[in-house]
Structure formats: structure tokens, C-alpha cells
């Protein structure tokens, strides 16, 4: 099933499948009697609806409950939606590692695997660590390459809607790399490349730390962070794709670079570097005063590009995540100075999802494609214009 249009000459039929399949997904075992009553589709309708998802491979009869069984003679035929009539693949590349999730139609996770990568490693190595991680997963849960429906990737950069990254300073050889026709040769299924914030912003919104916040930013800290921002609960990128690049913000001539913020010598510390960022702030805690004065510029910096997503989009949640979150001393700062800089200062809390955001967030990207295909879902959360 495609996406529904005005034109369509079987609109209505596929209207009542779409509604039916979205019954069925979410009732568990239902009766044609329970379909009825769920959809207010009159039983003749959902019988027909029910063959041709037969058909379709999407339902199958569920087994009968034998106590049931037992108290009713032969009972009502029930049926299901068929979770692994396909699969979904949700794929991180960053600077340290890979890593990839698998999960079914109904986006339960059923497998995940990931490999360190080296931060100086070029795009054709690490390209090809994804390609091994995938294999790697596909081969330990069983799962054939040619039931994947849709894969989703979070990737840094400012990604563009065909999968270029149009600008990538975190991985060598990433700027200007068409990185999803590069992974498309792999797959006969949909490739949809995101940027990673924004992936882990809409991950945090279906599992993590934001499910019950429709206007959320989710800061991926680090030197240089990044951001994504759901607006209405919807993703925004922004018209280039551009949206959330707070990391940026030091270029408007507000002085020292990020590469300085957590030095405590005349040398800048390598962005990519989390084992030297994390013996700065061990030295902070200990007492060093350089550290500690580095952490501060660190926090202070943070607390203006936060402010400055929170100044014009006024979110009710934001959500801190990347190698920042596992830091202590970051949250309670970032509240306090927030409260400081802006008209209503929103809730900050720590990602629930940690190092999986961005891998689970490129997975509900490939589900929210494949459930516009099969419930003609027209509000998904990821959906390109």
C-alpha cells in the first residue's frame, strides 16, 4: 500500500485496510467481532479487509487459547498482525563506533550489535565497519537481508533529504559524501539518512526521556554540540537541514574556540578526544583549579548555545545526551543559568537512552517510513517534506 491520494480510484478500500491493519496491530488477538466494533467498519468490510492482508502476508490466524477452547467448543477465529512479515534496521555512524538494531514490523528490537572504529578512520573504512556490524546482526538473529523494509541512519553533519552530508567536520572524508547512495548498493529497501541529534531527539521522544513532550530539544553535548528539536512533536530540520547547529554559534565572534574550551595548556584538545575531555573534568573534580576553570568555560558555553534553541523555540523539555550526559556537574548548572537567561526556563533532564539514542532513533525513522506505506500516516514525526 502507497500513500493515499484524492485520485485514487480504490481510496476507500484501502482507506478501510489501512484502519483495519492499525486495529489489528494494536489489539492483539482480535475477532472479526472485535475488528468490528474497533473500526465501526461494517463485518462484511473487514472480512474482505482480513483476506487480502492474508494475502498480503501482513495477518495470519492466531492460535486458539486452549482453556477457552475448553469452556466454549470451538472458538472465534482470531487473528494478528504479522510483526515479521519484515524487518527494520536502525544504524549509527559516529566518531568511535557503529552500531546498528534490528526489530519487526512492530519496532521491538530483535537483535543489535555495534564495533569501535577509529576517530581518525576514513570514510571507505568506516563505511565498511557498518556494512560488517549489519551483516554481523543480520546473521546472528536469523534475519534475511531481503526482509528488511526500510533502514534509517544517524550520521553527524548537516544531511540533506537525499542523504548527502553537505557539511561533516566530526569524520574525516565526510563532507560532501553521498552517503546514502553509498549504503543504498546494499539493500533493496529504502535508505533515509538523518542527522544524529535529530535522530536521537526523535528517539527520546519515542522511548526515552521525552514521551510525554511534544515541544522538546535534545542537546548532543560535546565541544562542539548539536542539537534536534521536535516542534508540535514533529521534527524540525530546518529548509536545508541545517536546523540545531548550535555548535556553530561560536563563529558569530564570541571568542575562544571549541577546540580551547576544555584545555588547560596553550594546546587545543581534539574534539573527538572523549578520554581527554573526561581527565579534564576527573581534575575538576579532584580540585585542579585549570580544570576546573576549563569545566566552567565548558558549561557556560553550553548554557549559551542551549539558551539561545530555548530563546526562540521555547521548548518544554530539553534533554541532554552524548558523552556530556554521563557527566556529573553538567545538568544542575545548565538549569540554573537557564533560569537566568530565559522567559520560562523549560525542564532539562538527562537522555534515558544514552549511547543507543541515536542507532534507536535511525530505527524509528525507518518504521515511521514503513508505516506511512501501510497505515498512510500522514503526521509521522520524520517525514520529509
Known amino acids: 500500500m502507497g500513500r493515499l491520494t484524492g485520485g485514487d480510484p480504490s481510496l476507500l478500500r484501502r482507506i478501510n485496510s489501512a484502519v483495519v491493519l492499525h486495529a489489528l496491530r494494536g489489539a492483539g488477538a482480535p475477532t472479526l467481532t472485535d475488528l468490528t466494533r474497533i473500526t465501526g467498519l461494517s463485518r462484511p468490510t473487514v472480512e474482505g479487509v482480513v483476506e487480502g492482508l492474508f494475502e498480503a502476508g501482513l495477518v495470519v490466524e492466531a492460535v486458539p487459547d486452549e482453556s477457552e477452547a475448553r469452556r466454549q467448543g470451538r472458538p472465534a477465529r482470531r487473528f494478528r498482525f504479522r510483526a515479521e512479515a519484515g524487518h527494520l534496521l536502525g544504524v549509527e555512524i559516529g566518531p568511535h563506533r557503529v552500531s546498528a538494531l534490528i526489530s519487526g514490523l512492530d519496532g521491538r528490537i530483535v537483535g543489535a550489535g555495534s564495533r569501535v572504529v577509529s576517530e581518525t578512520a576514513g570514510a571507505d ?91 522538546v530539544v535534545f542537546v548532543l553535548a560535546g565541544l562542539s554540540p548539536g542539537a534536534g528539536s521536535l516542534i508540535g512533536g514533529r521534527l524540525h530540520r530546518g529548509f536545508g537541514g541545517a536546523a540545531g547547529e548550535i555548535g556553530a554559534l561560536h563563529l558569530l565572534g564570541r571568542g575562544v574556540t571549541p577546540e580551547h574550551l576544555l584545555s588547560t595548556t596553550d594546546t587545543p584538545l581534539d574534539p573527538l578526544d572523549e578520554q581527554a575531555v573526561a581527565v579534564v573534568f576527573a581534575k575538576a573534580k579532584e580540585g585542579d583549579a585549570g580544570a576546573q576553570a576549563a569545566v566552567e568555560r565548558f558549561l557556560q558555553r553550553l548554557v549559551h548555545d542551549v539558551a539561545a534553541l530555548v530563546l526562540a523555540l521555547d521548548p518544554e523539555l530539553v534533554v541532554v545526551g552524548g558523552w556530556a550526559a554521563g557527566l556529573d556537574g553538567v545538568l544542575e548548572p545548565l538549569r540554573r543559568e537557564l533560569a537566568r537567561y530565559c522567559l520560562r526556563p523549560p525542564r532539562v533532564t538527562l537522555s534515558l537512552l544514552g549511547e543507543a539514542a541515536v542507532a534507536t532513533g535511525a530505527l524509528r525513522l525507518a518504521l515511521d517510513h514503513v508505516e506511512e506505506e501501510l497505515f498512510a500516516v500522514e503526521g509521522a514525526v520524520t517525514a520529509r517534506r
Open 125 to 215: 573504512d568506516r563505511l565498511d565497519q557498518v556494512r560488517a556490524v549489519i551483516a554481523d546482526v543480520l546473521r546472528r538473529t536469523g534475519v534475511a537481508r531481503s526482509s528488511l523494509r526500510a533502514v534509517g541512519v544517524g550520521s553527524p553533519g548537516i544531511v540533506e533529504a537525499d542523504g548527502t552530508v553537505r557539511l561533516g567536520t566530526a569524520l574525516p572524508d565526510w563532507t560532501g559524501l553521498p552517503l546514502g547512495e553509498r549504503l543504498r548498493r546494499s539493500f533493496r529497501c529504502p535508505v533515509l539518512v538523518e542527522n544524529d541529534a535529530n535522530a536521537a531527539a526523535v528517539a527520546e521522544h519515542w522511548k526515552g526521556a521525552a514521551t510525554e513532550s511534544d515541544d
